[in-house]
């Protein structure tokens, strides 16, 4: 289920951006309402978008019975229940701007986060009604926590995914925090400092901010221009320009 946070304030002379629609998708391991420190560090950019104007989803990923696989309905592919096309396509599909959160794991993404990733792969054959893949016009950010390592290799696995299925990343689109080196308190443990963690608090305000300003800029360019990737085009015989094997020179 989507779920609501308390507002921030933000200087009266902030761009409003009441227009955009953002989701937040946690890969947390833990079901709800177990404490999450991702959703602890989400939260903060969540905030942040609402305080703009954005109207933000927020949902745990395991929370949703959905199959494992890489075809938008599983339930075609002999799965009995698949909660993706009903419950989480849908804000996926409406939103301007998707931030993927997740726990690191032996210096990686967590399993849910690349079961995620995989049922986004799975929509990128649909089409939005310029004819481009459906992802085209959208903006993608990452947020991780964890303890020791992680967070950069994670952030280039999932922000280069997005592009790859056609979102658009914005400078400094990914943010985290990660605990001492070894057992240690979390995110949100009293005395980790993940709160009051100025490195922490000041990629994920750039985040949140490049992540609406590059929203705000593609939907009132129309998203990207269509000429030269349209699926359709290109298999009626329109190549743009390309041309195979050109002379060597």
């Known amino acids: 289920m989507a779920t609501e946070t308390t507002e921030n304030s933000v200087p ?21 309402p177990e ?11 969540i905030q942040l978008m609402r305080s703009a104007g954005v ?23 002999g799965w009995e229940k698949d909660a993706w096309m009903d419950e989480v396509w849908p804000l996926i599909e409406a939103a301007d701007i998707l931030v993927i959160g997740g726990p690191i794991w032996l210096g990686d993404n967590s399993s849910v ?51 790859h299925i056609g979102y658009v990343i ?13 057992p240690g308190p979390s995110y949100l443990d009293e005395g980790s400092g993940g709160l009051e963690n100025d ?8 985040m949140s901010w490049n992540l609406m ?3 705000s800029i593609l939907k009132n360019a129309g998203g990207i221009p269509a000429y030269g990737n349209t699926r359709k085009a290109w298999n009626d015989g329109e190549h743009f320009g390309f041309e195979a094997n050109p002379e060597y020179r």
């Open 199 to 206: 490195f922490t608090n000041r990629n994920t305000t750039f």
């Open 113 to 163: 986060t690349r079961m995620l990733i995989e049922r986004l792969y799975a929509m990128s054959g649909e089409f939005n009604d310029k004819g481009q893949y459906v992802f085209y016009g959208k903006v993608g950010g990452a947020l991780f926590t964890g303890n020791e390592d992680g967070v950069k290799h994670s952030a280039m696995s999932v922000l280069y995914s997005l592009q």
């Open 213 to 215: 300003h590059l929203a």
């Open 170 to 182: 914005p400078p400094a689109a990914d943010a985290g925090w990660l605990g001492e080196i070894g």
């Open 55 to 77: 109207h933000v989803d927020s949902l745990r990923f395991i929370d949703h019975d959905i199959a494992i696989g890489v075809y938008p309905d599983m339930r075609e592919h």
């Open 35 to 45: 404490m999450s420190h991702t959703q602890g560090l989400m939260d903060s950019s």
């Open 12 to 32: 009266a002379d902030a761009p409003r951006y009441d227009g955009l629609k953002a989701v937040f998708i946690n890969c947390t391991l833990k079901k709800s």
